[in-house]
């Protein structure tokens, strides 16, 4: 008489062990992030997303320039978008907004945002910069950062979105 491997007498003998369903929970969770993964790549990025990281990258340069160089930097806003310039040479880099995008601007001590157009950042000699807010706005997005004087990059950073 030929016999299975597992003993029929005993009560519960046909479930699962203990390592079996250790393999099928170990299975699932590795499918599970998988999938989160592949759906996060696949969510777009915000609009505005693309124009702060940019910001952020000039900012940081104007900090690091001005210290090396001894010299005055600047960013400088306009309707289209914005640009690190200096007094000697004029216009270094330029990042062109999205259309639709808008920027706003809060100056240290200030109580209201205000368009950013015809503004200039400041970023002094000695690397310091002045303290600043802005504001990115888009239709399906809005980015707000708030910069450290004393390195150039956000110290705060809030992203809704609509």
Known sequence: MMTSGRNKS?????????LEMIAVMA????????????MRQAAPDPTVKKPGDELVRLSKLAVRASA????GFAISFDRGGFSLVTAESGQRDRVT????????IKR????????ADGHRWWFGSQGLCEPLSVRLA??????????????????????EMF
């Open 138 to 159: 888009a239709e399906d997005s809005a980015l707000m950062m708030k910069f450290n004087p004393l390195t150039g990059t956000p110290s705060e950073e809030e992203m």
């Open 68 to 71: 090396i160089q001894g010299r």
């Open 108 to 115: 240290w001590g200030a109580r209201d945002w205000e368009p």
């Open 27 to 38: 299975v699932m969770v590795l499918m599970l992030g998988v999938a989160a993964f592949a």
């Open 97 to 104: 907004l999205p259309k639709g995008m808008k920027v706003f």
């Open 10 to 18: 005993r009560p519960g003998a046909a479930a699962f062990t203990l």
